[in-house]
């Protein structure tokens, strides 16, 4: 079974600053992509980055980037320029890749508490 | 515009009573999943529907039963409430996987608030 797992329960910093925020999963799967979901207050789940596996090129969204390190089964969010409307929790998920059909079960770390000050 | 629609938004319950989360979505997905969320445990998958007429088991099912009445709703149902059940359920829905065209994203609801007293 897979399992993700991130070590920082919460993190602090103030606007404009760049933030990093860690996950590592365990794996015996070669195949399987890798996101992170912000939750701000209002509860809901929006996806924010995605990686696929076979791509070494790390996956970037404007002020936000990943860190992939596939031997390590590291996967961190880097977000640059801080903004107050980052404040939210993130979710660090693992999805196996099920062929052409099928659920796309995600497996999802216990989340980082990120609060960005003014 | 809706996406995911989850009702109702909040709910107590006493222990024992029933009640049944319904969840529709309007994008044409054949996958559908229920999740619960718990301080300091992320999101854990309850039951999933891969399509229409199908349900499994995700790591957390005792206690919860669903139905995939179309492939529009997906249900959960607490036939006898307990407070270990207390918690804020999310369901989801997505494509199914097309590896070169289908970005993996689910597509959450807003959640529904459960407390067991």
């Known amino acids: 079974a897979q399992t993700v797992t991130q070590s920082q329960p919460e993190m602090s910093v103030q606007e404009a600053e760049t933030v990093t925020l860690s996950c590592t999963y365990d794996?015996?799967?070669?195949?399987?992509?890798l996101f992170w979901y912000k939750q701000p207050p209002s509860r809901q789940m929006i996806l924010v980055i995605r990686q696929e596996a076979y791509k070494q090129q790390n996956a970037t969204e404007n002020r936000f980037s990943v860190n992939f390190q596939k031997a390590a089964k590291s996967f961190s969010l880097k977000i640059s320029d801080s903004q107050l409307g980052d404040t939210a929790m993130y979710f660090c998920?693992?999805?196996?890749?099920?062929?052409?059909?099928?659920?796309?079960?995600?497996?999802f770390g216990q989340g980082t508490r990120l609060t960005i000050n003014p | 515009n809706a996406g995911v629609t989850q009702t109702p938004k909040f709910q107590v319950l006493k222990t024992g009573q029933s009640m049944t989360l319904q969840c529709a979505q309007d994008m044409n997905h054949n996958s559908m999943y229920w999740y619960r969320q718990d301080p300091g445990m992320g999101l854990r998958l309850i039951y999933y529907?891969?399509?229409?007429?199908?349900?499994d088991k995700g790591e957390v099912p005792n206690g919860y039963n669903v139905s995939r009445l179309n492939k529009r709703e997906f249900s959960l149902r607490l036939e006898s409430a307990a407070p270990s059940q207390t918690s804020v359920y999310f369901c989801?829905?997505?494509?199914?996987?097309?590896?070169?065209?289908?970005?993996?994203?689910?597509?959450f609801g807003e959640g529904s608030r459960l407390t067991v007293l």
């Open positions: 989801a829905s997505s494509e199914s996987f097309i590896w070169t065209a289908n970005t993996g994203e689910l597509f």
């Open positions: 529907s891969a399509s229409e007429g199908t349900t």
């Open positions: 998920a693992f999805m196996k890749f099920k062929g052409s059909q099928g659920a796309q079960k995600l497996v």
């Open positions: 794996t015996s799967e070669n195949n399987y992509y």
